[in-house]
């Protein structure tokens, strides 16, 4: 079996990513990182009454900015956008049972996605 | 699933033979090859067997000129830094192709921090060096430049013959890393003009901690590792009797099979090649024709090469490897995709296939339905 240090958790999203794809006319959209260093992440929602009620992602990256994004997809649906920005890379490292050191930055960068595009919504909800 | 390994550049398992021959050097003959006694004796008898049979693979002109070592990195090591010390009369300059190994580069980066001067020779984008530029790069105050014979992530073999009349005519050394092509394809170091070669034991078969330095007669070098005087005083420490009986054992095997499995592995290589490059938007790295009998690499678009080791290692139990940052250390990545002029971002969907002896024509179909799936779920998943 595959090793590169990961969790089962990790590995177990990698195989199984939640929550792939897009959503069309989105709430709120995300997209952080480059392809230049290695990582690019996609976040679409739909809300409601500021509840994440859906959530898609896409993602170019490495088995653990996969697997972080399906698990921030996961702990987001459901939530009020203000607790899903207070989301933090730990808080999504933690829930995959720990990630290699140094892969930390990706795990930063599903979160990150997510605050994008909560910001995005809150943008077009006041604009 | 049935186990496919393709990371034989990586590592590879001891041909049982090797082991059969050198477990006696474990057991009733462990002796020190130092030591005065009968069971020194034996030990010494058996580093001199193997000395004699890395030199026939090799082509040297006797098993004097071979040096054994611990692996290649420490060859390497003994061929920059003790070539480059011991022969400062003739200059402060070191050169090296783009391409060459950590292992080569990094020793040379290291002199350069003590005041040498550093040429990097660039190389094509099939990964050949040039040698009409070399030409014109190559100083005669330079005095080593390091080239390797064969490289282990895009799989070029390199025009050694030609670069080593270019070398020898400014009167420099060469000196060839071949770890990854010894044992694999032919090499002749005295028709090629060679004058420092790198060989590792576990890159033929052979057991891992040792390898070997060939060092043309004539050739002075600096001890870099001081200590009981052991190899003509330029490697001390007492030698690794197991492994280098292995090594010997796995040379001697590799010369006398090399004919026959080069044209296997060969089949296969290309049976992978042309299958592979069917998948769309997927290409090859490296040189088409003068490749290694054992390697095909590509890289694909849009996908990243840790999510694909990983992805063919879990669903399908297929090893591979990949030159992408994400799987390094350091987090860049290869520097050998980079000299061949691809993108940061074309360099991390790089995918490395090794083939070994116990590879058969029969698992190309199961690797590249592996390989299809793997780039079209990664491609499903990537935004790109």
Known sequence: ?127 | MEKIYLDHASAMSVDPRVLEFAKQYLKEDFGNPSSLHSVGLTAKRAIEDARKKVAELINAENETCILITGGATESNNLAIKGTALRNIGKGKKVAASAIEHISVLNPMKELQKSGFELTIIPVDSTGLVESEKLNDILTKDTTLTSIMYANNEIGTIEPIKKISEIVHKKGLYLHVDATAAAGRIPIDVQNEGIDLLTLSSNDMYGPQGAGALYIKPGIKLQSILPGGGQERGLRSGTENLFAVAGMGEAARIAKDEMEQEKKRLEEIRDKLISEILKIDKSYLTGHPTQRLPHHASFRFSGIEGESILLNMDMIYNIQVSTGSACSSKTLEPSHVLLAIGLKHEEAHGSMVLTLGRANKVEQVPMITKAVKETVERLRKLSPL
């Open chain 1, 1 to 127: 079996m595959a090793q590169v240090g990961y969790s089962k958790k990790v590995l177990e999203h990698f195989l199984n990513p939640r929550n792939v794809g897009t959503i069309e006319n989105p709430d709120g959209y995300g997209k952080v990182g480059n392809p230049v260093c290695g990582d690019l992440m996609e976040m679409f929602i739909r809300v409601k009454d500021d509840i994440i009620t859906d959530i898609k992602f896409r993602t170019f990256g490495c088995g653990s900015a996969i697997a972080t994004s399906s698990m921030v997809t996961e702990m987001a649906k459901g939530m009020h956008v203000d607790q899903a920005m207070k989301l933090t890379r730990d808080d999504v490292a933690n829930e995959l049972e720990g990630l290699p050191p140094q892969k930390m930055h990706c795990s930063n960068l599903a979160a990150d996605a997510l605050h994008e595009a909560i910001k995005d919504y809150k943008r077009k909800k006041e604009g």
